[in-house]
């Protein structure tokens, strides 16, 4: 797999550089603003462009910016969108046009070495990545007395599970149940939430979050 960075803390772009280089991940290009990192991500077409969204010139939506570029002019790369603070606001505009091979994580996860290089792979593999705390987040914020109420506990954390982008078969890994177990869960959120039940990662995450903002 191959990997450019697009950091404009020479500190914390070289630390992703190692955790990724580390995990067997080639890093093809390093880039510390919006201008860089467009050039380095259409010189090398990698796999995965990882950027902070807040670059020079302006520190605003920078990664925002990147990941619609990339998108619209090389599609085969995915981006991961990385972020200080946990904005809601952001999440969605980065999946709003679709959440295949895109990611959004807190800068913090990068010292979960393990976490996010799985997070990296997903996106590589064409998937949704979406940082933990930040669905929590969502979840925990959804309106009483609404449908996730109707939710059992087990439902609500193969909810989670969804939400972060991940298939039936790797929520029954992680949760030590049988994949029928996990397709019966998945079924009852469907219904709960009248959701059109569809097998494709992201827009099952799509669907999730689309619920989770009305």
Same mark, same amino acid.
């Given at each position: ?6 950091? +404009? ?23 510390? +603003? ?62 709003? +046009? ?80 049988? +994949? ?35």
């Amino acid at each position: 797999m191959r990997v450019v960075i697009g950091e +404009d803390s020479l500190l914390l772009r070289e630390g992703i550089a190692r955790v990724l280089e580390a995990a067997g991940i080639d890093v093809v290009g390093l880039a510390g +603003d919006y201008d860089e990192l467009i050039a380095a991500v259409t010189d090398a077409e990698p796999d995965v462009a990882v950027t902070d969204i807040r670059m020079p010139p302006t520190h605003t939506d920078e990664g925002l910016r990147a990941a619609k570029h990339i998108r619209a002019h090389l599609p085969a790369t995915g981006v991961l969108v990385l972020s200080q603070y946990l904005d809601e606001d952001y999440v969605f505009a980065l999946l709003g +046009d679709g959440a295949e091979s895109l990611g959004y994580m807190l800068k913090d996860r990068i010292t979960d070495g393990d976490a996010f290089v799985d997070a990296v792979r997903r996106v590589a593999a064409g998937d949704a990545a979406l940082d933990p705390e930040v669905v929590a987040h969502l979840l925990g914020r959804s309106s009483a007395n609404g449908p996730l109420d109707d939710l059992t506990e087990r439902e609500r954390t193969v909810l989670s599970e969804m939400a972060e982008g991940r298939s039936n078969q790797a929520i029954a890994a992680r949760m030590f149940l049988s +994949d029928r177990a996990v397709e019966r869960h998945v079924t009852a959120i469907f219904s709960k939430l009248e959701l059109t039940a569809t097998p494709e990662n992201h827009r099952r995450v799509l669907a999730v979050l689309t619920y989770l903002r009305a």
